[in-house]
């Protein structure tokens, strides 16, 4: 009992003590801040005991610049206080960039001005038809772009490459003589170029020969009068007027890349119903043609089509185009459903594009032959029975990366164009032959 009651008298004196002592003065916490301040107390409910937060255990203040890592030089950059006195973590990163008008604008402008030079700076024309492309891959990249692919497919055939002594590799070399020949009577009558080449699975090449063409006949009319009317109208997205309206401008065509080509040619043993043309003159034709066409017309059709794609430069044309859907996709990534962009840059951007393609390698590879030699009004047929033998459909002229065989003939039969092919087409039948039509 004794040593209780000292216990209960210390007890006693030490509140009397406590209760003798002036208040502290503690600035409280702000009602809108969540960081307590070092010494304030957390309390629950009213009666809850209130427990200490030693200080050791609170992170120091931002706003001391002597312990802080963050505002050692130049922190400041790292946060800002709102007018509460709260301290927040500036954002970081291109949306900060965003929020400040002047570095948008300076971005737009000098964006704006390379987007200007570049476009000048490598915008051509397309012979034959005189389009205006925009094209960034240089001609020694496509060239070397075409060689490697070329190399590949000599390495992935190989076994069923046929020999260039073979009657088909010799008829399909012939062929292709003539379509370059024609393709080299176009361009300038001055110009000399090597023999087609025909290539074996071995590596065999020939040899490049040096050219000097006359870019002024590239623009004269000889031997026959240029075509003004346009291409047969039906629907919005395989419209083909923008041909005859390019033409009409009277541009200069960009033919350098067409310039110490080593032409080679080689025929696979191969059921595909196939044949392209790679860039640097690289063509290539599988024997599942043969069974469908079986005149030289018909092959000239096709491979003048092919030879088309090399002159007009469509391989790095749709490289430079995908390039910019790409980037035109992820701007729209931000705001738009990913699997909505993709569907709507494919249904409205990429189909759409290589269709017009292939209706202007159309085009052209139509007065090749005709400069050939070879009767173009066959190439309307040919394009017919090859939508039969791929399966045509109605929803081709929308959802694939070709027109339908049907639409294609009917563009070409029904086209003034085919009244300039039949013209060229007389021309070299009767010995005078046309020179530098483009």
Not at 28 to 39: C, D, K, L, T, Y
Not at 243 to 250: H, M
Not at 374 to 403: F, I, M, N, Q, W
Not at 427 to 436: L, M, S
């Amino acid at each position: 009992m004794a040593s209780h009651r000292r216990i209960h008298l210390a007890l006693n004196a030490f509140r009397n003590f406590i209760s003798k002592l002036p208040p502290t003065r503690t600035s409280a916490p702000h009602p809108f801040s969540r960081i307590p301040r070092v010494g304030s107390t957390i309390s629950a409910y009213g009666n809850t005991p209130k427990v200490p937060i030693l200080p050791s255990l609170i992170p120091r203040s931002l706003g001391n610049s002597d312990s802080n890592p963050f505002l050692g030089s130049g922190g400041k950059r790292f946060y800002y206080v709102d007018r509460y006195r709260v301290q927040h973590f500036r954002p970081r990163g291109p949306r900060r960039w965003f929020q400040n008008p002047r570095i948008v604008l300076i971005v737009v402008l000098v964006g704006s001005g390379v987007l200007i030079t570049v476009y000048f700076g490598t915008s051509e024309t397309v012979p034959y038809t005189k389009r205006k492309h925009f094209v960034l891959i240089s001609r020694a990249m496509e060239k070397r772009l075409g060689e490697a692919q070329f190399e590949q497919v000599k390495a992935s055939f190989k076994g069923k490459i046929l020999p260039p002594i073979h009657p088909d590799s010799i008829r399909i070399r012939l062929i292709s003589q003539d379509i370059i020949q024609a393709l080299q009577r176009g361009l300038s009558h001055e110009q000399v170029w090597s023999d087609i080449h025909y290539a074996s699975s071995e590596g065999v090449k020939g040899s490049e020969a040096g050219t000097h063409d006359n870019l002024a006949s590239l623009t004269a009319e000889k031997g026959h009068q240029r075509m003004e009317g346009s291409w047969y109208k039906e629907d919005e997205v395989l419209d083909d007027m923008w041909v005859q309206e390019s033409r009409k401008k009277g541009h200069e065509s960009s033919t350098s890349h067409l310039e110490g080509l080593n032409w080679e040619v080689l025929v696979v043993n191969d059921p595909v119903v196939n044949a392209f043309c790679l860039p640097g003159g690289k063509i290539v034709v599988f024997t599942g043609l043969f069974e469908h066409f079986k005149t030289d017309a018909e092959i000239a059709t096709i491979i003048g089509h092919e030879v088309g794609h090399a002159v007009a430069r469509h391989v790095p044309e749709t490289i430079t185009k995908n390039m910019w859907f790409a980037i035109m996709q992820l701007i729209l990534y931000q705001f738009i459903m990913p699997d909505l962009v993709n569907t709507m840059s494919t249904l409205l951007l990429r189909l759409p594009f290589s269709r017009r393609m292939e209706m202007e390698a159309d085009y052209i590879g139509l007065l090749l032959m005709a400069n050939a030699g070879y009767d173009p009004r066959k190439a309307p047929t040919v394009y017919e029975r090859l939508g039969k033998v791929t399966g045509d459909s109605a929803l081709k002229d929308y959802l694939s990366t070709h027109p339908s065989g049907k639409k294609r003939a009917q563009l070409l039969a029904q086209a003034k164009v085919m009244e300039e092919a039949v013209a060229i087409y007389r021309e070299v039948r009767t010995g005078r032959g046309i020179e530098g039509f483009l």
